[in-house]
Each structure stands twice: as C-alpha cells, then as structure tokens.
C-alpha cells in the first residue's frame, strides 16, 4: 500500500458497529463512518433514540440499523450483533461507547449509584466486546473503546468512573494479547472535554465550569466531537495497521495537567438537582 493512500479512509461497503451510538461522541463517530460509505449498527437503551439515530444516518445516504439494547443485558446485545451481521455481515469496527456519569463524592454515592456505573461502563463494555466478538471480522476487524482521562488520572466525586474506566483501558490490553493472534485489533480512545456533549455538561453545568475547563486544557480549547471522530477513523483505517493495545489521548494535553478539581460543579450539579 502507498503509505499515503487517502482511499485507506473509504469505508463503502463495510459494517461498523457502535454501542451507545445514539448520541454524542459516539454518534458523532458513526456519522463520520456514514459520511466514508459503511453501514451502520446503533445499539442503545432507548428505542426512540436509535430509531432517530438510524435516521439520520440513511440521510446521509448509507443504510443503517438501530437496534435497542441496555449493555448490561447479555442476551439483548447477542441477539443485536446478531441482528447486524444478518444484514450487514462482519463486524469491521466495533465502536463501544455506553457510559453513564454523575458528579457524587463516594460518601454521597450509594452502592447501587456505584455499582450502576460499573456496571455500564465497565461490564458493559466486557459484553460488548465479548458478544460482537462471534461477529467480528477476522483477521481484520478493530475494536475502540471510548474511555476517560478518569482511567488514570485520580478524580473527586468520580469514583465509579475511575474505577469503571481503569478496568475499560485493562480490558483494551488483556484483549489485544488475546485477540490479536486473531488479527482483531482493539485500542482505547480517551476524549478530553468535548463541547455539546452530555458528558461534558454532566462535569461542567455552569458556564463558569465550563469556562474553566477550556482554560485548564493545554490547547486552551474544548475538543470537538470531530476531533474523537478522526482518530477512530484513522485506528479503523489501514493507517492505524500496527496499533493495538494503546491508551490514546485525544484531549488537547489534559491528561498532563494532573488531578481535576470538580468541587464547584459537584456543588452546583446538587444546587440544580435540588427540588
Ligand atoms: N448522585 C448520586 N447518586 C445518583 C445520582 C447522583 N447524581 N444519579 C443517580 N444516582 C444513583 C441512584 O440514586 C441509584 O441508586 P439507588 O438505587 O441506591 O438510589 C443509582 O444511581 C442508579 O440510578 P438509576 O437512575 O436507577 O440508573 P439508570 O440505570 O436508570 O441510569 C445513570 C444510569 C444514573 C448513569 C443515568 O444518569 C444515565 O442513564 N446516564 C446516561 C447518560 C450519561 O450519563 N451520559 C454521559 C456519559 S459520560
Ligand atoms: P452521551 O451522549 O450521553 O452518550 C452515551 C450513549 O450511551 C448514549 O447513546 C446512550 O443512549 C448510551 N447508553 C447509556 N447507557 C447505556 C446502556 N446501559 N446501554 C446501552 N447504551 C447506553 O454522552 P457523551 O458525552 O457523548 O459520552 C460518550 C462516551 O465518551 C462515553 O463513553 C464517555 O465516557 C466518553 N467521554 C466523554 C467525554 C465528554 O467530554 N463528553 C469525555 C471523556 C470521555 P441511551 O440513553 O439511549 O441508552
């Protein structure tokens, strides 16, 4: 291949799959892939949401597939990667993003509060890739899990999701050893703060937070959904052949900068939720 082949960024004809794709950063990556030509599965809890979600991307002129299904449910994700293959075949991409977040000190949190995020970000993310894997392309398919700066960096009032996204990045790890042989490969992304996004406006709810988070970035920006969207599309493509088992930070240099305080906007996410 000529190293410098743009149409290694053609994806016509190809399946990609993402999980949590029905909003967001993770939605903003399957239109990136509509946009290259592939066909699309959307899985996500609620049917409304896929069903617009799917929409939107036959708008833009592919075929895709919304199917609803909570990732903590086993039998709901294999009979919707079932699903997709019938109709789409291999899984080339898989894309697992459902994450669920909330600004609570541990103390605040309820075993359930905890367990609830483990259980989708983390479990969630272990069916996925455990469920599709029967579906998957191989040699050839590549998996991205879509992690956070949470994963290494240790923040207040976010114990579930340091604790759910360490094991996110492990699980990339483990199964590129295991599944590389296999010629699967599988990495992590991790966003910075991404504007419009609801995981952002959940650590961010005030325009002063939101303020200070840009300024705290070392490009001095808020990323943009098209900046994760790139970098999937760049390890799905042939460009990113060699690259397995890699942590890779799309944040703007956050990830430098050390433990984030979210005092302010743990206190004025209460004074909102307050009745
Ligand atoms: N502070 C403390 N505890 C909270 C909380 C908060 N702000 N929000 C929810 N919880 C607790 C609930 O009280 C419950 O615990 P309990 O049974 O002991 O009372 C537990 O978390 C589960 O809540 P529930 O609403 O039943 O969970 P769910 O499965 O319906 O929803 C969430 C999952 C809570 C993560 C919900 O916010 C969600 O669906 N998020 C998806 C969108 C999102 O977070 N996007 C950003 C991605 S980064
Ligand atoms: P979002 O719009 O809320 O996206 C979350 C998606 O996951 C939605 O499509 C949601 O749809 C789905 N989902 C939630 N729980 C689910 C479950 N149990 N089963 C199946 N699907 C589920 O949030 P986002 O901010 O774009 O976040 C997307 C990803 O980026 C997450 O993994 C997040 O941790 C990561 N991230 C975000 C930021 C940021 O700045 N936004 C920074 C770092 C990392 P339903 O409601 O229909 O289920």
Redesign the pocket.
């Known amino acids: 291949m000529n190293t410098m082949d743009f149409s290694a960024f053609d994806f016509s004809g190809r399946h990609v799959a993402v ?9 903003g990556i399957a239109q990136a892939f509509a946009r290259a030509g592939a066909r699309l599965t959307v ?4 049917a409304d ?2 069903a617009a979600a799917a929409q939107q991307l036959e708008a833009l002129g592919t075929q895709a597939l919304g199917i609803a ?4 449910q086993p039998e709901a994700l294999e009979r919707a990667f079932a699903q997709g293959a019938e109709r789409f075949g291999p899984i080339d991409v898989l894309v697992s ?5 909330f600004l609570a000190s541990a103390l605040d949190m309820s075993p359930n509060a905890f367990k609830t995020v483990v259980d ?2 983390l479990l ?1 993310s272990f069916n996925v890739a455990r469920l599709a894997h029967a579906h998957l392309r191989r040699p050839g398919a590549c998996v991205i899990q ?4 949470q994963a290494f960096t240790p923040t207040p009032f976010q114990a579930h999701v340091c604790a759910a ?1 360490a094991g996110v990045d492990m699980l990339t790890q483990v199964l590129a050893l295991e599944w590389g042989p296999q010629g699967i490969r599988i990495n992590s992304i ?5 504007a419009d ?4 406006k959940r650590l961010a709810p005030t325009g002063d937070t939101m303020a200070a988070m840009a300024q705290r970035v070392p490009l001095k920006r808020l ?1 943009r959904i098209e900046d994760i969207s790139r970098m999937a599309m760049m390890l799905a493509s042939d460009w990113g052949s060699y690259i397995t088992g890699a942590i890779i930070p799309v944040d703007g240099g956050l990830s430098l900068t050390g433990p984030r305080d979210f005092t302010a906007a743990a206190a004025a996410s209460k004074r909102e939720s307050a009745p």
Request: charged share 15%; glycine share 24%.
């Open positions: 999980a949590g794709g029905s909003s967001g950063i993770n939605f899985l996500s809890r609620s949401k896929v299904a909570d990732v903590r993003g459902a994450a669920g977040n989708i970000d969630g879509i992690s956070a700066g996204k991790v966003p910075g703060p991404i996004t609801e995981g952002l990323g």
